[in-house]
Structures are given as structure tokens and as C-alpha cells.
């Protein structure tokens, strides 16, 4: 039977990937964990701060888990607030999982990747092997990162698994501190009939991806037969791509009165400027049949629906 531990179950991805591996596995098969309680306790829970790696294997030994998906991590534009303290977080709270996974023989470890390793010398569509020259240290961490997983898999059999994913686009919880929130916030802003003030440019291009298509990428990722995968670093996941004017005028088509204004961040700006526009995703397609089902007008539709629900409950 899996035992599923899951780091930083409380943020955007972890609180919906925490939802659907309860439903696949049973609830009792998911323990929940990060380093402040969760507003409801729907599963099993501990408090735990990845960098502990004493409290961490006391985890894994307590729980006898099989599988850990580590999703914990400071995000692009708060980590240029604190580059030291992104590297301590966003690295040794991977190794410290990846030591564990070794030394406890875990069947499996997810490790969340994502556009920002890319950089101004990565040609567009990013292809999967390229030149890579990450401008933040969140980038850097993801990039180095990487290729422990690599390294862990070639050199102890660890079978850590990882996709790089674009800005992710969801309604139960929101992101925090990444350059691709906007294209959350603006959902919020048109069903609470507000002004929307963007911190992009609106021409800025940047690969996009509805939550759901999100989820089932990594349980798709994470089931596929060892033999089928041809990286251990983190495999390019692409759905669409689009900028902060087409996103409006999407939305326009639902919500008419929507107005947006430009109010331009210097750091978050030159951030999304230095990353890929859009990613060639062939390698995912080919080794586990990746396909994505939700492009901008699919998105918009149910992410406009599920709010006006949310919101209607409230
Ligand atoms: C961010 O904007 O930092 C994240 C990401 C693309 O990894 N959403």
C-alpha cells in the first residue's frame, strides 16, 4: 500500500494534488504536511519544516511512507527578496528529501520544476535540452535542483520525478509571491467587479496552465512505467501561452465591464522578460502521452464559473 507524504500541502498546488491523490489512494494513504496547520484538517497532518531533516525522517518512519512529493519552495519574485535564504529553503529542503528517499528506500520522490530555469539565451519555443541561464535565484535553485534529481537517480536508483511547469492558473488557493500570479489575480478582480491593476506589460508572453491539467500532469508523470522516461531532470509541460491583453480580452467576452490599468513592477517585469515565452513540450508527449485538455478560452470559462461558485457560498 502507498503511504504519501506530501511537503507544503497547504499551497496552491499542494492543496489540490493533495485532494486527488486522497482520491486515488484512499484518505488514510495521504499525509499532509507543512510548516503552519491548514485552515481545515481534511486529511491526515503534520507540522513539519523540510529542513529539518531530523522531524523528516521521524515522518517517514512514523507514517512508512513510500512516496514523497516535495512541493515546498519560495517562489520568483519573493525569492529576490531574500536570495540567501531562497537557496537555504529551496535546496537543502531538497536535499534533505532526496537523502531520506535514499537512505529509506522510497519507491518514488516528485520534485515541482518550472519555467523560470530558463533564461535570454533560451531560444523560444524552449526546447527540452537548451541553453539554460536562469535570472533568479528561485531559477537558479530549480535549475540546480534539477540535476540533483538527475544525479540521485543515475548515481542511488532514487526514482525522483519532475516537471517544469508554466504559471499556474487555479481558484481554491491562491499563489504566492510568483511573476505569473497576476493571471490568478485578474480572476479574482472581474468577479469581485473590481479594477484590475496589472504588474506586467501587456504584451509580456508567458506559458500558462489550468490547475486540473496541472494536477493530472503529475499524477500522470508520477504513474508512467520507469522504462517510458527518458530525463529525471524536470520534463517541459506546455498548455498555452498568453499575454496580460489577450487574457483581458478573453475575460471581456464574460465580464464586459472588467477595466485593467498598468502599473508596471521593475522586478517582476524583467523576471518574466528574461523567461521563455512559450515551451516545446514533445519529449512529455512522446515518453508518457502527455496532452493538455484546457487552452485560455476553456480556462477562463470554468475558472469564472468555479469563483462565482466560491463566492457565492461565502
Ligand atoms: C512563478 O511565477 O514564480 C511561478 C513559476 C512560473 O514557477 N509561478
Known amino acids: 500500500m502507498e503511504k504519501i507524504l506530501i511537503i507544503g500541502a497547504n499551497g496552491q498546488l499542494g492543496t489540490e494534488l493533495s485532494a486527488a491523490l486522497q482520491t486515488k489512494y484512499g484518505q488514510d494513504a495521504v499525509i499532509g504536511s507543512d510548516i503552519r496547520k491548514p485552515q481545515e484538517e481534511n486529511s491526515i497532518f503534520e507540522l513539519l519544516d523540510v529542513l529539518d531533516n531530523d522531524a523528516l525522517l521521524k515522518t517517514v518512519k512514523k507514517h512508512k511512507i513510500t512516496q514523497i512529493y516535495h512541493l515546498a519552495a519560495i517562489l520568483s519574485a519573493k525569492g529576490e527578496e531574500n536570495p540567501k535564504m531562497t537557496w537555504n529553503i529551496n ?3 531538497l536535499l534533505n528529501v532526496l537523502e531520506v528517499a535514499h537512505y529509506e528506500k522510497l519507491k518514488k520522490v516528485y520534485y515541482p520544476s518550472s519555467i523560470a530555469v530558463f533564461g535570454t539565451t533560451t531560444p523560444s519555443p524552449a526546447p527540452q535540452y537548451t541553453s539554460m541561464n536562469p535570472a533568479t535565484i ?5 535549475r540546480a535542483g534539477e540535476q540533483w534529481c538527475e544525479y540521485y537517480f543515475n548515481k542511488y536508483g532514487v526514482d525522483v520525478r519532475s516537471l517544469r511547469y508554466p504559471g499556474l492558473i ?3 488557493t491562491s499563489p504566492g509571491g510568483g511573476t505569473t500570479d497576476y493571471a ?5 478582480k472581474a468577479v469581485e467587479g ?3 491593476s496589472c504588474f506586467l506589460e501587456e504584451n509580456t508572453r508567458l506559458p500558462m496552465m489550468y490547475m486540473p491539467d496541472a494536477v493530472r500532469a503529475t499524477m500522470e508523470l508520477m504513474e508512467a512505467p520507469k522504462e517510458s522516461l527518458s530525463t529525471h531532470e524536470g520534463y517541459n509541460l506546455n498548455a498555452f501561452d498568453c499575454t496580460p491583453k489577450e487574457l483581458y480580452n478573453e475575460l471581456k467576452k464574460h465580464v464586459p465591464n472588467l477595466e485593467i490599468s498598468y502599473q508596471i513592477d521593475k ?3 524583467s523576471i518574466a ?5 512559450t515551451v516545446n513540450d514533445d519529449v512529455a508527449r512522446k515518453d ?3 496532452n493538455h485538455r484546457y487552452d485560455m478560452e476553456s480556462t477562463t470559462k470554468d475558472m469564472l464559473l468555479n469563483l462565482k461558485k466560491k463566492f457565492a457560498v461565502k
Open 288 to 290: 508518457w502521452n502527455w
Open 194 to 196: 473590481a479594477k484590475f
Open 267 to 269: 522586478l517582476r517585469q
Open 184 to 188: 490568478v489575480d485578474i480572476f479574482y
Open 138 to 142: 528561485y531559477g537558479i535553485s530549480k
Open 91 to 93: 535546496m537543502n529542503g
Open 273 to 277: 522578460d528574461s523567461w521563455s515565452d
Open 170 to 172: 487555479s481558484y481554491k
